[in-house]
């Protein structure tokens, strides 16, 4: 099957890091754009950064530019979204999805979704 999944999320506090991975199996994923989003309870699904074909080519959501870090791990076919300096505003499943596209922002040019992996930012 061709698929997603996230890993990496779970509890910290305000100020640490944490690391999400997004797996592919069942195709490269270094040959698709990966679009990072996420979701809090109550609030529709954000995109939060993308990382394009385009070789070093990142763009990324004003509410975490300067934290979060996208980047290919195309050894082990995952993308990596490190994330600095969380804020609870950052608490929500964040979902990682592959596109045909260069690059894009919007969630209806993505193709293969993960499950979510949650993130909660907190004291």
């Known amino acids: 099957q061709v698929q997603l999944a996230e890993s990496g999320g779970g509890l910290a506090q305000p100020g640490d890091s944490l690391r999400l991975s997004c797996a592919a199996s069942g195709f490269t994923l270094a040959r698709y754009a990966v679009g990072w989003f996420r979701q809090a309870p109550g609030k529709e699904r954000e995109w939060v950064s993308c990382i394009a074909i385009t070789e070093g080519t990142t763009y990324s959501a004003d509410s975490v530019k300067g934290r979060f870090t996208l980047s290919r791990d195309s050894a082990e076919n995952t993308v990596n979204l490190q994330m600095n300096s969380l804020k609870p505003e950052d608490t929500a499943v964040y979902y990682c999805?592959?596109?045909?596209?260069?690059?894009?922002?919007?969630?209806?040019?993505?193709?293969?979704w993960g499950q979510g992996t949650q993130v909660t930012v907190s004291s």
């Open positions: 999805a592959a596109s045909y596209l260069t690059w894009s922002t919007r969630e209806q040019n993505y193709d293969t």
